[in-house]
């Protein structure tokens, strides 16, 4: 069972910092690394039927970090982690059975090469990752492990290489200093474009990681314009706030190649944030605040191409009016939805019909929860009274802003009376 698979991990982990357990280890780290450790990080028959039958529910359970009590890949991993700083001699030792490894592999004849091994081992130099960090010669030591060996993956026939290749590549930082950084970029990118959908997940996280090291971006403004329609489509095919955040990653990075595709990536965060807002779990919380916040990314890139508002409010009102609607698991992301509301009041040429609709729920959300939305309350209702025919064409609207402002500012009993005066 995965549970007792984990369970053991965990046990291992507690054993190897206690001196008389670790001295029955140390002489048995080889086999423990061959036999214990990398078989539960490689891609077995379980996962290679799940990718088959279901590749986003492979995605899912893959790289849940949540669920380490019920995947031992994950368990595997921080077991290694942990060794490695415990133990930090042992990273030399793991990082040698590494490198004859991939040798052996590479010079296997085709038939004979173990796919599912190689893909172990890579998981097993990411799990270095921290320790690397603090020293810079193993940190250099596996880069070179890394363009030798998982680089030219990227082109591998076997589906399941390519995605760890990806994902190996973007587990590392410093690749902007290499004089192959700008064509390992676009290695990368190519994979977007991959008929399996776990190894575009995998092309997207990494090439995102990979550019924010970098410095100078400009040269990659065409890729990202060719690339930014999968991760378009990538974001309908998963839900997943790693994915969203590469699509936020682009927006703030590259607003204008982003902007043609607005519309549509636009509809796609607006339907993240509708099918996910039914429940307050932690994993569809976190999916919404990354989603939200690459909204409001997108709103603010369009502010030089204002007409582009015009193109969007009827989805973005959904999401809104949703926000608005006093329901539990939206009340955390009220103060995001009126800053979303003062984009569409200030900078679009004008409010939209669908717009004023929501001049009442907004005045009905102040009233249950004041402060926490004071600010950005205020300008969004001096924005609708820009439009000043519209706004007093309805004595509601009067009344409703004066009730808000007796309330909260005014302290006075019976606000209501005072409207027609007011």
């Known amino acids: 069972p995965k549970k007792v698979h984990s369970d053991c991990f965990g046990l291992l982990g507690e054993c190897q910092k206690i001196r008389r357990c670790w001295n029955v280890l140390k002489p048995n780290l080889k086999p423990l690394f061959y036999h214990v450790v990398v078989p539960a990080m490689w891609h077995g028959a379980h996962d290679e039927n799940l990718w088959r039958e279901d590749p986003v529910e492979y995605i899912m359970k893959k790289y849940d970090d949540q669920d380490e009590v019920y995947n031992p890949r994950i368990a595997a991993r921080h077991f290694l982690m942990d060794l490695f700083d415990e133990h930090s001699r042992t990273l030399s030792t793991i990082l040698s059975y590494c490198k004859l490894s991939l040798n052996a592999y590479s010079n296997a004849e085709p038939e004979e090469r173990n796919h599912c091994l190689k893909e172990g081992i890579f998981y097993a130099i990411g799990s270095m990752k921290m320790s690397a960090r603090q020293d810079g010669k193993y940190h250099d030591k596996i880069i070179s492990i890394i363009k030798k060996h998982a680089v030219r993956d990227l ?52 090439l995102k990681n990979l550019m924010e090291s970098g410095h100078d971006m400009k040269e990659f403004c065409p890729l990202v314009a060719d690339v930014l329609p999968n991760i378009i489509a990538l974001m309908q095919s998963i839900q997943h706030d790693e994915v969203v955040s590469v699509a936020a990653f682009m927006v703030e990075r590259f607003p204008e190649e982003v902007l043609p595709l607005a519309s549509s990536l636009c ?18 919380t976190v999916l919404l605040s990354v989603t939200i916040s690459a909204l409001l990314s997108l709103l603010n890139a369009m502010k030089d191409l204002p007409h582009l508002y015009g193109e969007i409010d009827a989805e973005i009102l959904k999401v809104l009016n949703r926000i608005f609607s006093n329901q539990e698991s939206m009340g955390q992301f009220i103060s995001d939805g009126v800053e979303i509301l003062n984009y569409l009041t200030y900078c679009a040429p004008s409010i939209t019909d669908s717009i004023w609709n929501l001049f009442k729920p907004l005045c009905e959300t102040f009233h249950r929860v004041g402060y926490s939305v004071l600010d950005n309350f205020n300008s969004v209702v001096s924005n609708y009274m820009h439009s000043t025919k519209r706004f007093v064409s309805d004595p509601m609207n009067s009344h409703m802003v004066y009730t808000a402002a007796a309330k909260y500012l005014c302290n006075v009993p019976d606000a209501e009376s005072f409207c027609p005066r007011a």
């Open 155 to 206: 082109e591998s026939d076997v589906p399941h290489l390519r995605a760890c290749a990806c994902w190996i590549i973007g587990e590392y930082d410093r690749w902007h200093k290499l004089n192959s950084y700008s064509s390992l970029v676009r290695k990368v990118a190519r994979c977007l474009k991959d008929s399996e959908v776990p190894v575009q997940y995998e092309a997207a996280l990494s």
């Open 267 to 284: 509809k796609n965060l607006c339907q993240t944030i509708l099918d996910n807002s039914d429940s307050s779990n932690f994993t569809k």
